[in-house]
């Protein structure tokens, strides 16, 4: 890669999603010229997620801004201490403080849909046991998590769903990057699976630039592609060099 001053948005997917659920943001990202990368979020642990992330936007030739939906906000959030990132963007996220986990944060606010609407999975782990994984039931899938998506499409991500280990909700962030990198923020005001009032909570402690989507669910990056990546956009110019 040649050395560019404009930063590359490194796209991190959340639980029960893939890289695919960032296509139309990705779509609008290339056609304003702005190099883009969207990894496999692996939704094993937050620890090792964000080591996973943190090796990608490190070994990108130039700055980065990481971009996190949902559970990869705090995936960013540790991955964000990598040297060459110099943003984070937070969709439809969580936003934790170091030491704070996910159910800490969830539990500050009333509980959402989320809760009721999880399907319970085990796994294999590499040391010959077993853990615990999550999706999402499909028949309450559309409801929760892509509410203004179009059927066809809901039926499509119901089933494409990947889970995310049970433990990632527990293990808490050993850093903020937020507390040292200039941050943006977009809030789904409609979301059912992460309870608005955490998105505005933990944008507004981090001191982000947020902008609410009215209607928006969950899936606001499949639903409304162009408003989050205008706020990307804003990111990546405000960044630059």
């Known amino acids: 890669?040649?050395?560019?001053?404009?930063p590359t948005a490194v796209l991190v997917h959340g639980a029960f999603a893939d890289a695919a659920s960032w296509s139309g943001v990705i779509a609008g990202l290339q056609r304003?010229?702005?190099?883009?990368l969207a990894p496999p979020n692996p939704l094993r642990g937050l620890a090792a997620d964000a080591?996973?992330?943190?090796?990608?936007?490190?070994?990108?030739?130039?700055?980065?801004?990481?971009?996190?939906?949902?559970?990869?906000?705090?995936?960013?959030?540790?991955?964000?201490a990598a040297e060459n990132v110099v943003g984070l963007v937070y969709v439809a996220a969580y936003?934790?403080?170091e030491n704070e986990s996910l159910a800490d944060l969830q539990g500050r606010f009333?509980?959402?849909?989320l809760a009721a609407g999880l399907r319970q999975a085990s796994y294999p782990t590499a040391d010959g046991g077993q853990a615990?994984?999550?999706t999402i039931a499909a028949d309450a899938f559309p409801e929760i998590f892509a509410a203004d998506v179009p059927a066809e499409?809901?039926?499509?991500?119901?089933?494409?769903?990947?889970?995310?280990a049970a433990g990632a909700f527990t293990e808490a962030p050993g850093t903020a990057a937020w507390r040292t990198k200039p941050s943006w923020a977009v809030?789904?005001?409609?979301?059912?699976a992460i309870n608005p009032d955490v998105q505005r909570f933990g944008a507004e402690r981090a001191g982000a630039k947020a902008v609410e989507v009215a209607g928006a669910s969950h899936a606001v990056a499949v639903s409304r592609p162009e408003e989050v990546a205008g706020v990307i956009r804003e990111a990546v110019r405000a960044t630059a060099s």
Do not use: C, N, W
Request: proline share 10%.
């Open 95 to 97: 936003v934790p403080e």
């Open 153 to 164: 499409v809901t039926r499509v991500l119901a089933v494409a769903q990947r889970p995310l």
């Open 51 to 80: 080591a996973y992330v943190a090796s990608v936007a490190a070994q990108v030739d130039g700055p980065v801004v990481l971009v996190g939906h949902s559970y990869g906000g705090a995936v960013i959030t540790v991955a964000g």
């Open 32 to 36: 304003d010229g702005i190099p883009v």
């Open 132 to 134: 615990v994984e999550f």
């Open 187 to 192: 809030i789904a005001d409609a979301d059912q």
């Open 110 to 113: 009333p509980e959402p849909p």
């Open 1 to 6: 890669m040649t050395q560019s001053t404009t």
